[in-house]
């Protein structure tokens, strides 16, 4: 492996050139666990891909003083419609884990989603943010646990709770399978005091097993009506669950198929979006994850129904190759080439790209 950055590069320029770093950089464990999608990673493969049928028009001659990308999300403002994703175990990839990329997002103002399998503690992490945090949830079979996660999270000012639904058990990922992927020493989901065993799906007899203790509706309904915060589902990757979460007074969602980590042969996150935003009709904000590596892939995003995108592995590739200085220069790239898109397009805010056709 070659040794961390501690500066970048001519050659470092895109998030491709990052993912590039990142795999020359990260032993064959966490190489398994990141860079890997179910099954035959049809769909881990297929959310980079679709957007390359998607395609932009310009519009040169706009007025565009004071042009920005701020978005207002739930009663706060956002300097970027470009979130950070929650990743579990980031000290797979950097001994800071956590704490370096809260420190990204601090230079860069953008909003950090925290995993509830994060490799460092929600007090740690919260004491060095200034810039706005979201708890991200799986949601375990003993409630009392999800309630205490949720309350330290509020206590400690997170913003918003994200609820992950679609990853009840852990997807069958075979590279991870091959390579006997394991969490070294002193990398545990530090915030858990023991992990449900819904997420270790690769280690039972009969998977059926399971099935009595899976969440529900009647649990998101609970812990709505148990928490103060807004409370966002990721995970939804169909009309019907769409509106069942409008109908259950959810405030947001995120269009996603987790990476393509959990049920291969799914289709691309950016296919389902326009389905599904049309279908929600601007009663609740839509964020979307999957395949984001390009700002023309955000400003697709956001122009099919999305009001923030979320970027997962580019993060960790940032963080793999120059720790916090690399998903901080991540970000800067990601939100420069948005910024150069809007300026092709006659966008001077979000709101003028959300009204743009994309082909």
Request: net charge neutral; aromatic share 8%.
């Amino acid at each position: 492996m070659k040794k961390k950055l501690d500066f970048i590069p001519n050659d470092l320029v895109s998030l491709k050139d990052y993912e590039r770093y990142a795999k020359e950089r990260m032993d064959l464990n966490s190489l398994a666990y990141v860079c890997s999608g179910a099954g035959d990673e049809i769909t881990y493969k297929r959310n980079e891909k679709a957007f390359e049928n998607l395609f932009l028009e310009t519009n040169t001659l706009e007025h565009l003083e004071d042009a920005n990308t701020k978005i207002k999300l739930f009663g706060h403002t956002y300097e970027s419609p470009i979130f950070l994703a929650p990743v579990a175990y980031q000290k797979l990839v950097d001994i800071n884990g956590e704490i370096a990329t809260v420190q990204a997002a601090n230079a860069m103002n953008s909003c950090m989603v925290v995993s509830s399998f994060a490799s460092c503690t929600l007090e740690d992490i919260s004491s060095y943010a200034n810039s706005p945090l979201w708890f991200q949830l799986y949601i375990q079979p003993d409630m009392k646990v999800n309630l205490e996660l949720i309350k330290k999270a509020q206590d400690l000012g997170f913003k918003a709770l994200v609820i992950t639904i679609d990853a009840p058990i852990s997807g069958l990922r075979n590279a991870e399978q091959r390579a006997g992927f394991y969490l070294p020493d002193g990398i545990s989901a530090i915030n858990i005091k023991s992990i449900s065993p819904i997420q270790i799906t690769n280690n039972l007899e009969n998977i059926f097993d399971i099935t009595s203790i899976l969440p529900t509706w009647k649990d998101i309904e609970f812990i709505k009506k148990n928490t103060n915060l807004p409370v966002v589902l990721k995970g939804i990757s169909s009309i019907s669950y769409a509106k069942k979460a409008i109908e259950i007074g959810i405030d947001g969602i995120v269009v996603s198929n987790h990476g393509g980590r959990t049920l291969d042969s799914m289709l691309a996150s950016i296919e389902i979006l326009p389905k599904i935003a049309n279908a929600v009709a601007g009663k609740i904000p839509i964020l979307f994850d999957g395949g984001i590596r390009r700002g023309t892939d955000v400003v697709k995003a956001l122009a099919l129904g999305a009001s923030a995108v979320m970027i997962g592995r580019p993060i960790i590739y940032g963080l793999a190759t120059a720790g916090a200085l690399g998903v901080a220069h991540t970000l800067k790239i990601l939100k420069e080439e948005l910024e150069v898109s809007m300026i092709f397009m006659g966008c001077k805010d979000i709101k003028a790209l959300k009204e743009k056709e994309v082909d």
